[in-house]
């Protein structure tokens, strides 16, 4: 049975109360947060949709879980083997997008649940997980900040450990830096396009 034809005149109304619900379902989530259609386009192509493929070859899985070895010791927290081991390796991470009242463009936090950071109010207080990973875009993607979405992103890139100081006086442990080579990241606009 052929799908029913509307006219355009519906076509347009539904389009815009689908954009409408979208915009607002976004905003609310972000805090009121307003982000550019090339970020949302980037988080939308990373978020995870239907079943998890397997990673591109020569790409480890990684989960949270890997992190830190459990329980806790006397000396606090500690990576595990596994996640030592691969430093400096392409590896798969699944996880959310991080909500931040202050972000930094080209770089976003995600973490295995949903949060949200209110880095003013909250300062160092706040309800990160101790897995987590901080994540650079590759340098085409520098000025886009990635929106919280309500559902998983998948991310593959080399990963990097150790300490290092970021913005808004935090230091990363875990870092990832995206391959700029992933066929699902869209193409960037060029420079003089804006």
């Known amino acids: ?52 493929a397997p990673p591109h070859p020569g790409t480890e899985p990684l989960a949270f879980a890997d992190f830190h070895v459990r329980p806790a010791g006397p000396a606090g927290l500690e990576f595990t083997p596994r996640l030592r081991a691969l430093d400096g390796r392409r590896v798969r991470l699944v996880g959310y997008v991080v909500g931040q009242d202050t972000p930094s463009p080209g770089r976003f936090i995600v973490a295995p649940v949903p949060v949200t950071l209110a880095t003013r109010a909250d300062g160092p207080a ?25 559902v998983p992103v998948v991310l593959e890139g080399r990963l990097e450990l150790g300490p290092r100081d970021e913005a808004h006086g935090r230091v990363s442990w875990v870092r990832l830096e995206l391959d700029p080579d992933d066929p699902r990241l869209p193409r960037p606009a060029p420079e003089n396009s804006r």
């Open 1 to 52: 049975m052929p799908a029913p034809r509307y006219p355009r005149a519906f076509q347009a109304a539904l389009a815009l109360v689908a954009a409408t619900t979208v915009f607002l379902l976004l905003t609310a989530h972000t805090g009121g947060r307003i982000y550019d259609l090339a970020s949302i386009a980037l988080a939308r192509r990373l978020a995870l949709a239907g079943e998890l």
């Open 126 to 150: 706040d309800d990160l997980p101790p897995a987590h990973a901080y994540v650079q875009l590759p340098p085409a993607y520098a000025r886009h900040d990635l929106p919280p979405l309500p």
